[in-house]
Antibody, heavy 117, light 108 residues
Framework: VQLQESGPGLVKPSDTLSLTCTVS????????WTWIRQPPGKGLEYIGY???????YGNPSLQSRVSMSVDTSKSQFSLSLTSLTAADTATYYC????????????WGPGILVTVSS | SYVLAQPPSVSVAPGKTANITCGGD??????VHWYKQRPGQAPLVVIY???ARPSGIPERLSGSNSGDTATLTISRVEAGDEADYYC???????????FGGGTKLTVL
């Protein structure tokens, strides 16, 4: 399974970030899909995950600003993050794993998103 | 929320053994996964479900989990092992993914 993130590299404060992850190599069903970010020089932060059914769960610290969706017909899942600030500057990774395993064994290369006016 | 604690850094000489710990309340009741991340690259799972190795991961890497501490052990450390290592669990009580803060392994 291969993943590839796409979206803008530069967004303005207070705007909404929209990212898409395209999945290839296998069907999206039986897997769960996640978004994880990493601010420059810092550790990994879980954003949320979504099942191919569309059920999603977000990190409580971000949940009010996060929404996720999945389109299995396009083999894509997406992230929307609202009310951006400089603190949201990070490399955003999409990742996936087999349901119920609890870990993620395939990852996209990541996309650096900078929040700046 | 569940918290995982890792030492910020571990240093080891080539050929020696590195132990990277991941502390959490009764972590033995959870399944722990470990990722290796080299600069500019996405994380790669190196140990899953406490001690299982994905295909392609050398036997020099092993994992254990007991009490409040899970440990990633790297034997016969090589220069290529230098990276950041993260532990991760799935908190079934909250249905949330939790990462440790990461440990930078330096090969002297």
């Amino acid at each position: 399974v291969q993943l590839q993130e796409s979206g803008p590299g530069l967004v303005k404060p207070s705007d909404t970030l929209s990212l898409t992850c395209t999945v290839s190599g296998d069907s999206m069903t039986t897997y769960y899909w996640t978004w994880i970010r990493q601010p420059p020089g810092k550790g990994l932060e879980y954003i949320g995950y979504i099942y191919s059914s569309g059920t999603s769960y977000g990190n409580p610290s971000l949940q009010s600003r996060v929404s996720m969706s999945v389109d299995t017909s396009k083999s894509q899942f997406s992230l929307s993050l609202t009310s951006l600030t400089a603190a949201d500057t990070a490399t955003y990774y999409c990742a996936g794993g087999e349901e119920a395993t609890g870990y993620f064994d395939f990852w996209g290369p990541g996309i650096l998103v900078t929040v700046s006016s | 929320s569940y918290v995982l604690a890792q030492p910020p850094s571990v240093s080891v000489a080539p050929g020696k053994t590195a132990n990277i710990t991941c502390g959490g309340d009764n972590i033995v009741s959870r399944s722990v996964h470990w990722y290796k991340q080299r600069p500019g690259q996405a994380p790669l799972v190196v140990i899953y479900s406490d001690s299982a190795r994905p295909s392609g991961i050398p036997e020099r890497l092993s994992g254990s989990n007991s009490g409040d501490t899970a440990t990633l052990t790297i034997s016969r450390v090589e220069a290529g092992d230098e990276a950041d290592y993260y532990c991760q669990v799935w908190d079934t009580h909250t249905d949330q993914v939790v990462f440790g803060g990461g440990t930078k392994l330096t090969v002297l």
